[in-house]
């Protein structure tokens, strides 16, 4: 079973439009999760990471995330798509008391003018 | 500047010839780690590194080794490169364990022929 379940693998919004993409996970572990993106030909970026101090994390660029427990998930909002956000994004989540990240398969977020 | 340098950037070769793809960081950062990247796969972590002299498999390890002999680098080996190791790699870092915020290379594009 994939411990980490990105669930569209292309998002397409306009620009100025809000952005809703989507991680679920499955953790017996009290889990550390992260988003990161990926520019073309370029390594990855942290946009931000759940600590547990709070639910609602803000990252980088208008990023937010929320970690709801009860469903699994920690899915990434912006309210304003810009065109610089076209990227792919990564939701990374620490499932096990082990050193080892899961990376989902990653969503390719496509902004049109 | 702070980054994660890996060399070559490309490289197209032929079966069972050994190759390296080299990782250097100039941030002090003990955790090191490899990562190859494949299409809706996202990204899965080969080896890393805790410290000096202390590597540990991760989720894909069969037919890579690695080193760790000083705090900057860590190569990345492949002894008799197969077909099924074309990927794109990433090396990356990070100042405090594997949950901290990794720093990524700008990725290695390796083709085995």
């Known amino acids: 079973a994939q411990s980490v379940t990105q669930l569209d693998s292309h998002v397409s919004v306009s620009e100025g439009t809000p952005v809703l993409l989507r991680c679920n996970y499955s953790s017996s572990y009290s889990p550390s999760l992260f988003w990161y993106v990926q520019h073309p030909n370029k390594g990855l970026q942290l946009l931000l990471k759940y600590t547990s101090a709070a639910t609602l994390v803000k990252g980088i660029n208008g990023f937010e995330a929320e970690f709801k427990k009860s469903e699994t998930s920690f899915h990434l909002t912006k309210p304003s798509a810009h065109m610089s956000d076209a990227a792919e994004y990564f939701c990374?989540?620490?499932?096990?008391?082990?050193?080892?990240?899961?990376f989902g398969g990653g969503t390719r977020l496509m902004v049109k003018p | 500047e702070a980054q994660v340098t890996q060399n070559p950037r490309y490289l197209i070769t032929v079966t069972g010839k050994k190759l390296t793809v080299t990782c250097s960081q100039n941030?002090?950062?003990?955790?090191m780690s490899w990562y190859r990247q494949d299409p809706g796969l996202g990204l899965r972590q080969i080896y890393y590194?805790?410290?000096?002299?202390?590597?540990d498999k991760g989720d894909v390890p069969e037919g890579y080794k690695v080193s760790r002999k000083e705090k900057r680098n860590f190569p990345l080996i492949l002894e008799s490169p197969s077909p099924n190791q074309t990927s794109l790699y990433f090396c990356?870092?990070?100042?405090?364990?594997?949950?901290?915020?990794?720093?990524f290379g700008e990725g290695s594009r390796l083709t085995v022929l």
């Open positions: 990356a870092s990070t100042k405090t364990g594997p949950f901290g915020e990794l720093f």
């Open positions: 990374v989540v620490r499932v096990n008391a082990g050193n080892m990240l899961t």
């Open positions: 590194s805790m410290n000096v002299e202390v590597t």
């Open positions: 941030m002090n950062h003990e955790y």
